[in-house]
Structures are given as structure tokens and as C-alpha cells.
């Protein structure tokens, strides 16, 4: 796993650009989120990604579906946005992109204590 205390710009497009070579329109992953002062906060969720749309949420623990407008789950492609949008803002303190598909693992991000949290990607599974 490729890890940075705090990836560049550059960086973060080096994976992004090998992500999307992959060409993966369908796929599953799973996503957790810790601190942003958030209800769902260290809850693990199955997202569920068709045609660059989250399609739907699945908690891990309970396999209950979670409403898609409450929770603001993302694409890969989003997460490779909020990473760029973070570290513009002077906010993203770490990332970690998986070695195979390179796709974002692990991005921290800082700020007041409801703004701090870490966004969690892995298990990512393409579909056929």
C-alpha cells in the first residue's frame, strides 16, 4: 500500500489516472468514516456503484440498506475529489491508495474537532 503523510497534487493524479484506466463502470466497496461528527461514524457500509452512481448502501454489520440521501456515500471517483479538495484546503494530513487498483484506502482529514475524521475505502469488488 502507497502511503504519504500528506500526498501531493501530483500524487493524488498519478493513482487517479491509474484508477481510471481500470475502466470500471460497476463495482462494489466498502466504505467507513470515522470522527466528522457524523451518526454513521465508525459504521462499515457496502456501496454499491453503477455507471459512476452510487446505487446503493448496505450496512455491514446489520445488512439493513441506509437511505442514499442521508448519507452522502461516494464514488471512487469522489473520493480521488475529496482528497484533491482536502489538500487544497490545506486539510489532508495522510493518504494511502490500494497497490493494485490504486484507488484511495485512506484519507485523513484535519480541522475543529466536528471537522476531523478519517474516510476509509477497501474490499473494493468489480461486478459483472
Sequence with gaps: MW??????????????????????????????????FNNLSGQAFRIVVL???????????????????VTKFTTIDGLFAAAITALNAGTLTNGAFDPSLSFPTRLDISGPPDASGSIFASNLQVLP
Design 51 to 69: 455507471g459512476d452512481t452510487v446505487r446503493s448502501a448496505q450496512s455491514i454489520a446489520t445488512g439493513d440498506s441506509v437511505p442514499l440521501a
Design 3 to 36: 502511503r504519504s503523510h500528506c500526498p501531493s497534487v501530483p500524487t493524488i493524479q498519478h493513482f487517479q489516472a491509474l484508477w481510471a484506466a481500470h475502466h470500471f463502470t460497476k463495482y462494489t466497496y466498502d466504505s467507513e468514516t470515522t470522527g466528522f
